[in-house]
């Protein structure tokens, strides 16, 4: 089956850093790939859609200057969690799809 | 609205005993039916999913599922159950078109005793 990567897997930075997460779809090209957040225990939330060569498109009461999305190819985009504080920290999961959708292996964000 | 009900938050299950994990969902459009399995500090696998025919779809692990659309279900079962299948399951239900995501349950946490 396709394969989407993240990276970093985890990460810890200071607060006020910047923090940037790449997602690749190894063999296939997504148009479209999307970012969740998951909080311990609970299940994917949607963060934003983000589209290849035009801006992402984020789910109410996310923070579009907080977490900026780039989708510079057909195959790659970046969150970046600007300015990160402790309550960002949390798990990062992305996932692109052509049929079917897959997950990355998702990136661990702790905030100290 | 749409949406995907997983009415179990956890289950226990013996191991070797058989398994059901309960998916409902309400989708208006013709609905592309996944499952995902996430174990913890991982990503999601996909399981199995249904597009289109044969209602009974087989998956990896042993898995599968049944499609019914009068009762709009798509539970999943396993004969067999592994102490390895200890994780977290999520149903999701999306269109087909690539540029939207899907909706996802709120997961059932499965436990698998010896």
């Known amino acids: 089956g396709a394969v989407v990567s993240q990276h970093p897997s985890w990460v810890i930075c200071k607060s006020g850093t910047s923090v940037k997460i790449e997602c690749r779809s190894l063999d296939f090209q997504a148009t479209t790939m999307f970012w969740y957040r998951q909080f311990p225990k609970q299940s994917l939330m949607l963060m934003a859609t983000s589209n290849e060569g035009s801006k992402a498109t984020y789910e109410q009461g996310v923070e579009k200057d907080k977490f900026l999305i780039n989708h510079a190819s057909l195959t790659l985009s970046t969150l970046t969690v600007t300015s990160a504080h402790p309550e960002d920290s949390s798990f990062y999961i992305c996932?692109?799809?052509?049929?079917?959708?897959?997950f990355g292996p998702g990136t661990r964000l702790l905030v100290l | 609205a749409q949406s995907v009900t997983q009415p179990d938050i956890h289950i226990t299950v013996s191991e070797g005993a058989s398994l059901e994990l309960r998916c409902n969902y309400s989708y208006g459009a013709t609905p592309y039916l996944f499952w995902y399995v996430q174990s913890p500090g991982q990503g999601l696998q996909l399981l199995l999913k249904?597009?289109?025919?044969?209602?009974l779809v087989q998956g990896i692990k042993g898995f599968e599922a049944e499609f019914k659309r009068s009762q709009s279900s798509f539970n999943l079962r396993k004969p067999s159950v592994h102490w390895s299948d200890a994780a977290e399951y999520f149903c999701a239900v999306g269109p087909g078109q690539a540029g939207t995501a899907l909706i996802f349950g709120k997961g059932t946490t499965l436990s698998v005793s010896s």
């Open positions: 249904y597009f289109s025919g044969d209602t």
């Open positions: 996932s692109a799809r052509d049929r079917t959708p897959y």
